[in-house]
């Protein structure tokens, strides 16, 4: 069944189509869609439901809704920006007003007293009750109103300058093609008799144009069984082409690092055993160096799970074989206390650790780039500027990406490339993150990576109490963190960012520590913001790791990874407005030596029901995978991975919090037929991905 061959809308321009030139042609590039058979799969967003009126009676604010009435008044408001306001009444016996705030004087001409409106838009709370700010609207004479519609109206994902008529119609126009040439089954019949889902003529057909007979209510849940194909269908090519980036890396050189006998001299030094989770996701990279072939795997532990102490360990076997490690952390906070550590563990070992960054004198940095260079220098620490610059590594073996989430699919890839060594060998890459990625959502945006889970955190670690209070008791907060450092103890007070301006976002911080000071003068404040220098922000780090302060005031600069272990409470004010996940990095901070800790999360009342709901979660759990799935639940995805990260992510019709219980039924059939029909995966890919991005060359 070769799928890709006879199919002439896969070929067809668009600007064979009527009514498409040049110019709309290329608007509609902008949208991904090149040929007739995109137009297809260009899926609606969303229904409108104009097949049932509601009466006014019954609207609730917030609710998109077809309605029906009398026009009872029409007038134009006084007011600087006039506006045209067209007063109907229904069956109902309520009342409902239009607002207009463009129109045309021919258009307030139209509406006469008697007649009849039909009206489709959102329904707001106005001045004078419930009102439609720019409905679509038709008008009719009483006694004569045409018949509803029998179809649900699809709404298509737009751009600028094309808007909805125009896609709808070319759309019409691919589907009576469709007809004529209709597409070759891609999917398997016994995949499809399996899940039971219709063949893909037949689906395309129903998103488009629902007919009466489907079931309207299904299709408004994206639960009617030839949408499940269609996002099965798409799934499944994601699926598909993250299995292909694998084996194209698997099918690369990489250099091969044995087993080391210094690594264990640094097990044997350490002050502790490594638990067992550590040990197994230790074993597997063990394994993945010693192969041939590019590890690309990504270990998840959790905040405090001890991620470092492995990182130290591969970079270890890797040096012990002669080669360069490059550790990339996201910040310079991050890579200077990398750096510490590195130093402490592999110097005695007679392993030499550089650094690299933006604030080293021109003579420091030359002599550390000639290090690197001449692979003096076998363990180079830094931010993404390690590959920016004019870093020359000589024999690059593994890079270390420490906290992931910063770091998106494209940035991975590229990074990929520029580090690739002469004899046409790959480094090894390992991955580390600290925000728990719930299953299904790493089978999507990290399927391409082996994953390695540190499930265990090390042992004597008390939970974190965690308390929700309003932002009426920060004084009373305040006090008991003064009485608190009094008593020895170290804080972190987060002020997260409010405005979108790291001006305002440094300022809350400072008047805060300006608070602090002026109310307990021998209380020892610190402060630290995104807008210090790079010396400040490392003397201030290094103050409060030596206990020369008590409080660390900070905006979420402090977010990743930093490690002051006698630190044992954190305030993080508007908590409301972070996202769990981050508020678990944060709380993240504290918890990591062996006094009981605590956090209170401070909330700006009134909080709304989910609100509540988040924060209640927060209190209750200290397990970053729980946490993680009820922020997908919450927030969705584009949250947990960060925006940047999204960015290869964007399906047609698939969303990954809506379809989750698909990703794995998708990833399972993808590693069948990756076997078994191989010519499947071309033809997926033409018609999901196409020429919009090309993973297969990535
Ligand atoms: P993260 O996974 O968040 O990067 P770190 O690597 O910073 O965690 O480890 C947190 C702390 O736990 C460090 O002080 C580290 O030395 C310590 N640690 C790591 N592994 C263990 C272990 N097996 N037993 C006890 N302490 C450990
Ligand atoms: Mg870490």
New binding site residues.
């Given amino acids: 069944m070769p799928a890709t061959d006879n199919q002439p809308l896969a070929q067809q321009k668009l600007t064979s189509l009527k009514g498409v030139g040049d110019k709309l042609a290329e608007k509609l590039n902008r949208l991904g869609l090149f040929v007739v058979q995109d137009l297809l799969f260009h899926l609606p967003l969303r229904y409108q439901d104009k097949t049932k009126l509601t009466p006014i009676a019954n609207l609730f604010i917030g609710q998109e809704a077809l309605i029906e009435g009398e026009i009872i008044s029409h007038h134009m408001t006084q007011s600087r920006n006039s506006s045209l306001i067209v007063k109907l009444v229904d069956e109902s016996s309520q009342t409902l007003s239009c607002r207009f705030f463009h129109f045309h004087y021919r258009q307030a001409q139209q509406f006469k007293r008697g007649q009849i409106l039909r009206g489709y838009g959102e329904v707001r709370s106005g001045p004078s009750g419930l009102e439609m700010v720019h409905p679509a609207y038709q008008l009719f004479p009483r006694d004569n109103t045409p018949p509803l519609e029998q179809t649900l109206t699809p709404v298509y994902p737009v751009t600028e300058g094309l808007g909805q008529p125009t896609l709808l119609k070319l759309i019409q126009q691919a589907l009576t093609l469709l007809k004529q040439y209709p597409l070759a089954e891609a999917l398997p019949p016994h995949l499809l008799d399996e899940l039971q889902l219709p063949p893909i003529n037949e689906s395309l057909l129903q998103l488009h144009q629902p007919q009466p007979e489907d079931d309207l209510f299904l299709i408004k849940q994206f639960q009617h069984p030839a949408q499940k194909r269609l996002i099965l269908e798409e799934l499944l090519t994601s699926q598909l082409s993250l299995q292909l980036l694998r084996q194209s890396e698997k099918q690369r050189q990489a250099p091969i690092f044995p087993p080391s006998q210094i690594a264990n001299q640094l097990l044997a030094s350490?002050?502790?055993?490594?638990?067992g989770a550590?040990q197994r996701v230790l074993d597997e990279i063990r394994q993945d160096v010693n192969q041939p072939h590019p590890m690309q795997r990504l270990v998840q532990?959790?905040?405090?799970?001890?991620?470092?102490?492995?990182?130290a360990l591969a970079a270890i076997q890797a040096a012990d074989a002669g080669y360069q490690v490059a550790i990339m952390a996201p910040t310079e906070i991050l890579a200077e206390q990398h750096r510490n550590?590195f130093q402490e563990w592999l110097e005695p070992l007679g392993i030499p650790v550089a650094w690299l960054n933006g604030r080293m004198k021109a003579a420091e940095k030359r002599f550390m780039l000639a290090q690197i260079e001449s692979n003096e220098a076998k363990v180079i620490i830094g931010t993404h500027a390690l590959f920016q610059e004019s870093v020359t590594f000589n024999r690059l073996g593994l890079v270390i990406i420490?906290e992931q989430h910063r770091f998106g699919v494209h940035q991975r890839l590229a990074l990929h490339d520029k580090s690739q060594l002469d004899d046409d060998t790959h480094p090894h890459q390992l991955i580390?993150t600290?925000t728990p990625i719930p299953r299904t959502l790493a089978m999507t945006a990290y399927g391409d990576l082996d994953l390695s889970i540190?499930d265990e955190l090390?042992?004597?670690r008390q939970p974190i109490d965690t308390a929700v209070l309003n932002n009426q008791k920060r004084f009373e907060v305040m006090e008991h963190l003064y009485a608190q450092c009094k008593a020895g103890v170290q804080a972190y007070w987060v002020c997260p960012l409010i405005e979108e301006s790291e001006l305002l976002h440094a300022q809350a911080a400072e008047v805060t520590a300006q608070q602090f000071k002026d109310h307990w003068p021998d209380l020892r404040v610190g402060l630290i913001h995104g807008r210090l220098k790079g010396d400040e922000k490392a003397e201030m780090m290094a103050a409060f790791q030596n206990h020369e302060l008590d409080l660390l005031v900070a905006t979420t600069v402090i977010e990743v990874?930093v490690?002051v272990?006698n630190a044992s409470l954190m305030i993080i004010e508007n908590a409301e407005r972070l996202g769990l996940a981050q508020l678990h990095q944060l709380r993240?901070r504290v918890g990591?030596?062996h006094k009981k800790s605590h956090c209170v999360l401070l909330y700006q009342a009134p909080l709304g029901e989910t609100g509540k709901a988040r924060l209640n979660i927060m209190r209750d759990t200290n397990d970053g995978f729980r946490i993680a799935e009820e922020d997908l639940k919450l927030r969705g995805p584009g949250e947990i991975l960060g925006t940047r990260q999204t960015g290869g992510l964007q399906f047609r019709i698939a969303d990954l919090k809506r379809d989750q219980e698909w990703i794995p039924v998708a990833k399972h059939w993808a590693e069948t037929l990756a076997v078994s029909d191989p010519d499947i995966v071309d033809a997926l890919h033409t018609r999901w991905i196409g020429e919009r991005m090309d993973y297969k060359h990535a």
């Fill in positions: 350490l002050p502790f055993e490594l638990t550590q532990g959790d905040v405090g799970s001890g991620k470092t102490v492995i990182a550590h420490d580390m600290a540190i090390p042992p004597g990874g490690n272990p993240g990591r030596g």
